[in-house]
């Protein structure tokens, strides 16, 4: 371990469960190299998380800052929905983000946050992208709806990309399937070229369903606002569920907007401080 290697002021944040580490790298300090960022995510014998965002300057004229997210395992990840909204909390407690409106480049895009009354955020999360090519995944038809033979018989799945791949899988009770064991099955598909974020959803009713998401490069968290979002646009897609849904995970609730076909699907939700530290290299 190089003692060249910074010493860094982190802050633990989680959204619903779904943990994060926190640095801010907008004075121009490198980024932990993949090896640094294992450690890190140990949460044995580093600090322990999900995911690791890092602030940086922004990178289009108008916003705050821009963000990258690495998962545990030292891969980049394309969006995420609560780490998000813990840099718009994080702003925001830090005095950069003074209006209740505000942008952040993100690694997919401009993301609109907005701080809300109940001191949680929304953001505008995007429009999901529906065509293979784009989520992107390797099967023949327009999308969403797919099926594989798999070891547990044909499983039918709605794919989109929410900035990230997600495979959504509707079932009656995901505690009643091997839900581990499909997710790194289809993980492991060559099909999906960059990886996939599985998720298990059961329609409670046309406002309101249950979800678990396993996440590429972390394994089940107990949050996914990208997997939200993605079940959400496949469910609606189907007729299963409304414009508006509750999404209840193992770590909490997030609420999802989609007003239309055309628009963006807006997710809000919590944004907790945990604690801060130095970590030593």
């Known amino acids: 371990m190089s003692s060249a290697a910074p010493r860094r002021r982190f802050t633990k944040m989680h959204g619903a469960g779904n943990d994060f580490v926190l ?17 890190m995510a140990d949460r044995h014998r580093g600090i322990g998380f999900d995911q690791l965002l890092a602030l940086g300057p922004p990178a289009t004229p108008g916003a705050l800052a821009a963000y990258r997210i690495w998962n545990a395992d030292g891969s980049p990840a394309g ?7 813990c840099v718009a909390a994080w702003l925001r407690r830090e005095g950069s983000a003074t209006a209740p ?18 001191g949680g955020f929304a953001l505008d999360m995007g429009r999901p992208r529906f065509a293979p090519a784009e989520v ?3 099967l023949d038809g327009p999308g969403p709806e797919h099926t ?35 997710a790194r099955w289809l993980q492991a598909q060559a099909v999906f070229s960059e990886g996939v974020n599985v998720g298990f959803a059961r329609v409670l009713d046309a406002g309101h369903i249950a979800l678990r ?7 089940e968290t ?13 469910l609606a897609r189907r007729g299963r569920v409304g414009r508006r849904v509750a999404v209840d995970l193992p770590g909490g609730r997030l609420c999802i907007d989609w007003p239309a076909d055309d628009a963006p699907l807006r997710m809000s939700g919590p944004a907790v401080f945990v604690f801060e530290g130095e970590w030593l290299p």
Do not use: K, Y
């Open 23 to 39: 640095l801010d790298l907008r004075d121009g300090t490198p980024p932990p190299s993949p090896a640094e960022l294992v450690r």
């Open 101 to 118: 409106r505000f942008r952040l480049d993100g690694p997919a895009g401009t993301v609109e946050a907005e701080a809300l009354d109940d």
């Open 79 to 85: 969006q995420c929905g609560n780490g998000a909204r």
């Open 148 to 182: 594989l033979d798999s070891p547990w018989g044909e499983l039918r799945f709605g794919a989109v990309s929410m900035g990230n791949p997600h495979a959504v899988l509707e079932v009656a009770d995901p505690a009643a399937i091997d839900h581990a064991g499909i």
């Open 222 to 234: 107990l949050a996914c606002g990208s997997g939200a979002c993605a079940a959400v646009a496949v």
């Open 136 to 138: 992107p995944l390797r």
């Open 213 to 219: 998401v396993h996440e590429r490069g972390v394994g």
